[in-house]
């Protein structure tokens, strides 16, 4: 794919997103070295805004090689959206297939075009109460593994200062004027993956690469330490719930919460 072929829809998209986006934020992109000038590739994300799709494909298409989104098939039917989705070559993902590898064939025929497949590998809004990413879903990994394309990890910081995640008013906070972070790193070296039966072990192991990479970037724009591990959802609601049945036993007891009869410690 050459590096200057946008395309007629990506373009009027543009034209209608970047003006807004020049006027209302302030922008600090890093690394765009490091995204290919030819050839396919993958782009793993994370996602902290319903805003930041907008903030990364900003800082992307100023690359000259612009990101195609997975996102979900019925969205492709109809109406304006999706024919811009359309128009601007997203790649349908169908969530009802059961072989993961036959839902992300287009993404993998996309990549073999030498498109950009951009990943958010978390799968939705982190959850992670310091907004750091999770743990992230096997997508990704399972895509450059069959390719063998490069994946460059990016990270991004201030659309969710903007409009946070999971605020009861799902509103824009524009003043004072925000500050867009965007930094791609270097590609993630996968070399030790290759050529292996795409196992659960591989893919997972593959996919905390990919993720610790993005970490690090984001550490990096944040100017503090990451955590040891990455959010889990599920570990973090099964001790909710175990947490609150200690609570529940406790206040039936007449203890305070955490603490059984006859143990002090």
Same mark, same amino acid.
């Given at each position: 794919?050459?590096?200057?072929?946008?395309?007629? $829809?990506?373009?009027? %998209?543009?034209?209608?997103?970047?003006?807004?986006?020049?006027?209302?934020?302030?922008?600090? $992109?890093?690394?765009?070295?490091?995204?290919?000038?030819?050839?396919?590739?993958? !782009?793993?994300?994370?996602?902290?805004?319903?805003?930041?799709?907008?903030?990364?494909?900003?800082?992307?298409?100023?690359?000259?090689?612009?990101?195609?989104?997975?996102?979900?098939?019925?969205?492709?039917?109809?109406?304006?959206?999706? @024919?811009?989705?359309?128009? %601007?070559?997203?790649?349908?993902?169908? #969530?009802?297939?059961?072989?993961?590898?036959?839902?992300?064939?287009?993404?993998?025929?996309?990549?073999?075009?030498?498109?950009?497949?951009?990943?958010?590998?978390?799968?939705?809004?982190? #959850?992670?109460?310091?907004? $750091?990413?999770?743990?992230?879903?096997?997508?990704?990994? #399972?895509?450059?593994?069959? @390719?063998?394309?490069?994946?460059?990890?990016?990270?991004? $910081?201030?659309?969710?200062?903007?409009?946070?995640?999971?605020?009861?008013?799902?509103?824009?906070?524009?003043?004072?004027?925000?500050?867009?972070?965007?930094?791609?790193?270097?590609?993630?070296?996968?070399?030790?993956?290759?050529?292996?039966?795409?196992?659960?072990?591989?893919?997972?192991?593959? !996919?905390?690469?990919?993720?610790?990479?993005?970490?690090?970037?984001?550490?990096?724009?944040?100017?503090? =330490?990451?955590?040891?591990? =990455?959010?889990?959802?599920?570990?973090?609601?099964?001790?909710?719930?175990?947490?609150?049945?200690?609570?529940?036993?406790?206040?039936?007891?007449?203890? =305070?919460?955490?603490?059984?009869?006859?143990?002090?410690?």
């Amino acid at each position: 794919m050459s590096r200057h072929r946008i395309g007629f $829809w990506y373009r009027f %998209t543009a034209v209608l997103a970047k003006p807004p986006l020049v006027v209302l934020f302030k922008r600090d $992109w890093r690394g765009m070295e490091h995204i290919p000038a030819d050839g396919g590739f993958i !782009t793993a994300v994370n996602h902290n805004s319903y805003l930041d799709p907008l903030s990364y494909a900003h800082f992307q298409y100023n690359t000259g090689r612009v990101p195609r989104f997975l996102a979900k098939a019925a969205l492709f039917k109809g109406g304006f959206v999706g @024919t811009i989705l359309r128009g %601007t070559g997203q790649i349908p993902v169908y #969530r009802e297939s059961t072989d993961a590898a036959t839902a992300f064939r287009s993404a993998v025929d996309a990549i073999n075009r030498g498109e950009c497949v951009a990943f958010y590998p978390e799968g939705t809004l982190t #959850r992670d109460p310091e907004m $750091w990413p999770m743990e992230g879903k096997t997508g990704a990994a #399972r895509v450059a593994l069959l @390719t063998k394309a490069p994946v460059i990890p990016v990270a991004q $910081w201030g659309a969710n200062e903007a409009m946070p995640p999971y605020a009861k008013e799902n509103k824009l906070r524009l003043f004072p004027r925000k500050t867009l972070r965007v930094v791609a790193g270097p590609p993630v070296d996968l070399s030790a993956y290759y050529g292996k039966e795409p196992t659960a072990e591989v893919l997972r192991g593959a !996919t905390e690469d990919i993720m610790s990479a993005i970490t690090a970037l984001l550490a990096e724009l944040r100017g503090e =330490p990451a955590p040891a591990e =990455p959010y889990n959802p599920r570990k973090a609601l099964a001790e909710a719930r175990r947490r609150a049945r200690e609570e529940k036993r406790a206040a039936e007891a007449g203890q =305070p919460a955490g603490r059984e009869e006859g143990n002090d410690k």
